[in-house]
Nanobody, 120 residues
Framework: QVQLVESGGGLVQPGGSLRLSCAAS????????MDWYRQAPGKQRELVAT???????NYADSVKGRFNISRDNAKNTVYLQMNNLKPEDTAVYSC??????????????WGQGTQVTVSS
């Protein structure tokens, strides 16, 4: 079993910054990909950013140039640095990881989510 624990959410004013963290623990052989998703009230869940085990990244158009995803493979942790935050970034942010628990078995795991609120 693998657990993902997010932290770093909170209330921030427009234009401010936050850094989210998501730490994976448990039976981990390799983490192939880690993603950040978000879901605002009344809206569908949106893929915000992705990073592979080789370090390749991808971002939603709405956050390009403002958000940066990174990972520390030694700590099995992914980060989301969010700058120049806007009210429309308000959402519950969740991490998802594509984890190999052995050389042959891979599963998708979710964290519990962390609230980000951008408001003056």
């Amino acid at each position: 079993q693998v657990q993902l624990v997010e932290s770093g959410g909170g209330l921030v004013q427009p234009g401010g910054s936050l850094r989210l963290s998501c730490a994976a623990s448990g039976s981990i052989f390799n983490i192939y990909r880690m993603d950040w998703y978000r879901q605002a009230p009344g809206k569908q869940r949106e893929l915000v950013a992705t990073i592979t085990d080789s370090g390749s990244t991808n971002y939603a158009d709405s956050v390009k140039g403002r958000f940066n995803i990174s990972r520390d493979n030694a700590k099995n942790t992914v980060y989301l640095q969010m700058n120049n935050l806007k009210p429309e970034d308000t959402a519950v942010y969740s991490c998802n990881a594509d984890v190999g628990t052995t050389r042959w078995l891979r599963y998708s795991y979710w964290g519990q989510g962390t609230q980000v609120t951008v408001s003056s």
